[in-house]
């Protein structure tokens, strides 16, 4: 059976389309590139697809009807459906990004306003991509998904089993990884298999992934079942082997999994890995603005 790996996943940015949005929150005042926080609290139901794809309700303004929004950390810039972009006024410009190593063409758009929650975000520059497979594989639309650029612009907190995002006071328990503003990314330093590594926090997959080409050598890892996934935007096909994760060390607590994925040849400057929140099964996370930080959750 070929493995589920979500090839979008190995598509991420770094940082090539910076958010350049301002944005407020609750009752606060816009102001060009500010940013405050009056202390509203709110939540917001989410409906959990696949036991890991979260989505939620959000808005392109005030005035608009309710989308459907995928949260996803491992997401950089934010994306919006290429389809949606006529009715939102906009036209896409023809940008690149950088993935795995290689530079591809890709499309870009100033999206005049998204609201999630207690977030406002004026004039953000999203990455466009056409979200209509997507659509079709979680049977109801997705106007975009929403990365750390837009979801870092307040506290919050992310319940799975409650099915619900909070935003406001957040708790600092939890295994903490430092989220870099700059890059729009979650990166976590851990060990596995003794190895050191680094990896993206991803509520957007449900597996560990390891890029190959970030390795001189991975006699370490005992590889299985070469398996062939869908096109993508950088290559034709992407192979993956299978391994098991028997011992991953993050914040100083053991964790396994008994299906990882090996990307051969494949490279990021940025991170070694994808880790998969759902796949370690911490059933929540939280993000302190203060501090930067998430922290992962049991």
């Not at 004039?123 to 979801?151: F, K, M, T």
């Not at 911490?282 to 930080?293: H, I, K, N, P, W």
Request: charged letters at 20%; proline letters at 4%.
């Amino acid at each position: 059976m070929r493995p589920k790996l979500k090839i979008s996943r190995l598509l991420l940015l770094t940082g090539v389309l910076a958010s350049s949005g301002s944005a407020r929150a609750g009752n606060c005042p816009a102001k060009p590139h500010k940013y405050c926080d009056d202390g509203q609290r709110q939540i917001l139901p989410v409906r959990i697809y696949r036991n890991f794809i979260v989505v939620a309700e959000g808005q392109f303004g005030p005035s608009s009807k309710g989308e459907n929004f995928i949260l996803d950390t491992g997401t950089a810039p934010s994306i919006i459906n290429l389809r949606l972009l006529s009715k939102l006024g906009t036209a896409p410009t023809t940008s690149t990004l950088r993935a795995l190593g290689k530079t591809v063409a890709s499309q870009a758009a100033m999206i005049p306003e998204i609201d999630l929650g207690p977030i406002r975000v004026v004039s953000l520059l999203a990455q466009v991509q056409d979200l209509s497979l997507l659509e079709r594989d979680l049977g109801i639309p997705i106007a975009g998904v929403i990365g750390l650029d837009v979801l870092s612009k307040s506290n919050f907190h992310l319940g799975y089993d409650k099915r619900e995002i909070e935003f406001g006071d957040v708790s600092r328990l939890g295994i903490p990884v430092h989220f870099d503003a700059r890059a729009g990314l979650a990166v976590a330093e851990a060990r596995i298999e003794g190895k050191e590594a680094r990896f993206l926090v991803d509520t957007g997959s449900d597996r560990v992934v390891l890029f190959g080409g970030n390795f001189a050598e991975v006699g370490w890892l005992t590889l299985r079942n070469t398996s062939q996934t869908g096109a993508n935007q950088v290559d034709r096909k992407i192979y993956v082997q299978v391994f098991s994760a028997a011992d991953i060390v993050l914040g100083g607590q053991h964790f396994s999994v008994d299906r990882a994925y090996f990307v051969p040849g494949r490279a990021e400057p940025a991170f070694d890995g994808l880790l998969s929140v759902r796949a370690l099964g911490f059933r929540s996370l939280s993000y302190d603005q203060a501090t930067g930080t998430i922290y992962l959750q049991e």
